[in-house]
């Protein structure tokens, strides 16, 4: 069974973005040493048009061959005019509002967004399913994610966005690594108890 890992960054209030959802406050700390180990270790969480505008789009994936992410998310590349932004995973965008997609490589999932994350799960593959975000499909799909993958950023944005939409259950991760960078930034994996 493949894994959905919920890989986020997030301020040191728990918040991945501000009140409207803008994270850009945080990619001051994206420096030399934290974009080598986002290079080397979560490679295909860089989006495509950044990738080729760095010569960096021969990065093989390490981790994900998925990712699913809300229609909030995937309208900020859609406001770049970037209709595939994550073209070297299979790409999927959930939304309600989105009617039909403005790209044959991103399938919109409209309804049983569960469903589907569990039919992509049973999938053969060596590969997981990143969950991009944003807060509100993160906390419909709480009890599927397997792994978090915490970006904390030295900052504090007072109110915002938070990591999970509201309604979530008290749910249980054990930590299973912890990553500290100069700059103060600090990434968390957990694994869900189950």
Same mark, same amino acid.
């Given at each position: 069974?493949?894994?959905?890992?919920? &890989?986020?960054?997030?301020? #040191? %209030?728990?918040?991945?973005?501000?009140? $409207?959802?803008?994270?850009?406050?945080?990619? $001051?700390?994206?420096?030399?040493?934290?974009?080598?180990?986002? /290079? $080397?270790?979560?490679?295909?969480?860089?989006?495509?048009?950044?990738?080729?505008?760095?010569?960096? %789009?021969?990065?093989?994936? /390490?981790?994900?061959?998925? @990712?699913?992410?809300?229609?909030?998310?995937?309208?900020?590349?859609? /406001?770049?005019?970037?209709?595939?932004? &994550? !073209?070297?995973?299979?790409?999927?965008?959930?939304?309600?509002?989105?009617?039909?997609?403005?790209?044959?490589?991103?399938? @919109?999932?409209?309804?049983? #967004? +569960?469903?589907?994350?569990?039919?992509?799960?049973?999938?053969?593959?060596?590969?997981? @399913? &990143?969950?991009?975000?944003? !807060?509100?499909?993160?906390?419909?799909?709480?009890?599927?994610?397997?792994?978090?993958?915490?970006?904390? &950023?030295?900052?504090?944005?007072?109110?915002?966005?938070?990591?999970?939409?509201?309604?979530?259950?008290?749910?249980?991760?054990?930590?299973?690594? +912890?990553?500290?960078?100069?700059?103060?930034?600090? +990434?968390?994996?957990?694994?869900? /108890?189950?």
């Amino acid at each position: 069974m493949r894994k959905l890992t919920y &890989y986020i960054a997030c301020s #040191l %209030d728990g918040f991945i973005g501000d009140p $409207s959802g803008d994270a850009t406050a945080m990619l $001051s700390f994206v420096d030399e040493e934290f974009f080598e180990f986002l /290079k $080397s270790e979560y490679p295909e969480t860089l989006p495509t048009h950044g990738r080729r505008a760095l010569g960096l %789009d021969d990065l093989e994936n /390490k981790r994900f061959d998925t @990712i699913i992410q809300g229609r909030g998310s995937y309208e900020l590349a859609l /406001k770049e005019g970037v209709t595939s932004p &994550y !073209a070297h995973l299979r790409e999927y965008v959930a939304s309600r509002t989105l009617k039909e997609s403005p790209d044959p490589h991103v399938e @919109i999932i409209a309804d049983d #967004l +569960v469903g589907k994350v569990r039919e992509l799960k049973e999938e053969d593959g060596e590969f997981g @399913i &990143y969950l991009c975000g944003g !807060a509100q499909i993160a906390g419909e799909l709480l009890d599927e994610v397997d792994e978090l993958v915490i970006k904390s &950023y030295p900052i504090v944005y007072g109110s915002g966005m938070p990591m999970f939409g509201s309604g979530s259950a008290v749910t249980e991760f054990t930590l299973d690594d +912890v990553r500290t960078f100069k700059n103060g930034a600090v +990434v968390r994996t957990y694994s869900r /108890k189950r």
